[in-house]
């Protein structure tokens, strides 16, 4: 069965370095999606992507955030300068147009 | 502001209990409610989308079920591998911006 890979399992980074999360959606899946999930609490949406532009972002993504999909497969996330606050994990889903949006095993990504 | 309220927080079953969880929603347009398992530090595990009031939809021991206000997810003779956290989430037309319930915890005891 297709599924939404996530690499690395585990990021550990110092604050103020730059972190890139990769994910590899569903291969015939259009729409693509990041969301963070702080410890013990509720799963947040970050962005979707679509056609190779941004199609939504919420309030969390700001400038330090970018997204980018490099080659036909892989869906990145990129943290510019991370701050403690941005330690949680971070899932990728993807869909194939019908709404339905399946996740990644998520990286969890810890900032010292 | 679209709001995702799920009850109870916590719910724990002895083996072949049934019951039911809550999602109650109040959005501007409803374009589908989700339905996940997110067992720990794993991802969520897509089990239903419900796209208007009145459907329902089976899978094994899980049902889910949906009004204008709230969907339900009844879970029929739960076994201990269904424990897990269960999330509801809503998508609202002219917004890709899944929002998310704070989730029920089942715990079944054998």
């Known amino acids: 069965e297709p599924e939404v890979t996530q690499t690395p399992s585990h990021q550990v980074t110092q604050m103020g370095q730059e972190v890139i999360l990769r994910c590899v959606p569903i291969s015939n899946h259009l729409y693509f999606y990041w969301y963070r999930q702080i410890l013990g609490q509720k799963v947040e949406f970050l962005v979707s992507?679509?056609?190779?532009?941004?199609?939504?972002k919420s309030e969390i993504f700001d400038d330090q955030f970018s997204v980018e999909r490099p080659d036909g497969s892989n869906f990145t996330l990129k943290i510019r300068s991370t701050k403690l606050e941005d330690s949680a994990m971070y899932f990728c889903?993807?869909?194939?147009?019908?709404?339905?949006?399946?996740f990644g095993p998520g990286t969890r990504l810890t900032v010292t | 502001e679209d709001q995702v309220t799920q009850s109870p927080e916590a719910l724990r079953l002895q083996e072949g209990e049934s019951s039911s969880l809550n999602c109650s929603y109040t959005v501007s347009g409803l374009r589908g409610l989700f339905w996940y398992r997110q067992d720990p530090g794993k991802g969520p595990e897509f089990l239903f989308t419900?796209?208007?009031a009145g459907e329902e939809k089976e899978k094994e021991r899980l049902k889910a079920t949906l009004t204008k206000k709230e969907s339900f997810l009844h879970i029929t003779a739960p076994k201990p591998e269904d424990s897990a956290t269960y999330l509801c989430?809503?998508?609202?037309?002219?917004?890709?911006?899944?929002?998310f319930g704070a989730g029920t915890r089942l715990t079944v005891k054998p």
């Open positions: 992507f679509y056609n190779n532009e941004i199609s939504e």
């Open positions: 419900l796209y208007s």
């Open positions: 989430a809503v998508l609202v037309y002219n917004n890709n911006d899944m929002r």
């Open positions: 889903a993807s869909d194939g147009g019908s709404y339905e949006q399946y």
